[in-house]
């Protein structure tokens, strides 16, 4: 054991250089490793949320086969955008166009929506951040709009009316050309505190 330390310690001062490239590497291996699977963390840095300005709000909720996660931005001149990502859980599965019928097309299809009640009120309409489609499917004699197949991004602007409470509902349909639909959602509730500098996702019972 004395021999090998002896040797250890004249290979490192032959080539210290080395061992401490080494030593460099095998840290910043390490450091990959940690951040690649650590979870996602708020900012610590204060200057991304200035004091007085509120952290924009969020919820997400899993329903037949889509995951529609929310966001409130920040609040101007008392309104707000709400952001609304609509995503399918398996591939393959699209979503309906916002400007459908409320009862689809030929009864196939449910529109993607959202309505607000309460202490606040949607000014303008849901709009989609994506291009619709023409597909006509089995059951129905006419095209019917849809979004490519995945995630869809809505926006919708809110106004402040008071104090109180709020809800938004949102509903939609996921399909699939090859597997068929999966069971429409409508009007999944989401609460909301709204206070006069804003509003916090309640959290759901």
């Not at 400007?99 to 689809?104: E, I, K, Q």
């Not at 006509?136 to 197949?149: A, C, I, N, W």
């Not at 597997?179 to 989401?190: A, I, K, T």
Request: proline residues 10%; contains cysteine; aromatic residues 4%.
């Amino acid at each position: 054991m004395r021999n090998a330390a002896i040797r250890l310690r004249l290979w490192l001062a032959r080539h210290r250089p080395a061992a401490a490239a080494l030593t460099a590497a095998l840290a910043l291996g390490l450091t990959g490793l940690s951040g690649g699977c650590s979870a996602a963390k708020p900012s610590a840095d204060p200057s991304a949320h200035p004091a007085g300005s509120p952290q924009p709000a969020t919820a997400s909720f899993t329903d037949s086969g889509v995951t529609v996660t929310l966001r409130l931005g920040p609040w101007h001149a008392g309104s707000s955008v709400l952001t609304a990502v609509f995503a399918p859980v398996r591939a393959g599965f699209h979503l309906y166009s916002t400007s459908l019928p409320p009862n689809g097309v030929d009864g196939v299809g449910r529109p993607t929506a959202i309505q607000v009640s309460g202490a606040l009120a949607a000014q303008g309409q849901l709009t989609a951040h994506a291009a619709t489609r023409a597909l006509t499917l089995t059951g129905s004699t006419k095209p019917v709009p849809v979004y490519p197949d995945g995630p869809v991004t809505t926006t919708l602007t809110l106004r402040h009316q008071s104090a109180g409470p709020a809800v938004v509902e949102v509903s939609y349909a996921a399909c699939s050309v090859r597997e068929g639909c999966l069971f429409p959602v409508s009007g999944h509730p989401v609460r909301l505190s709204v206070t006069d500098t804003g509003a916090t996702f309640s959290p759901a019972p």
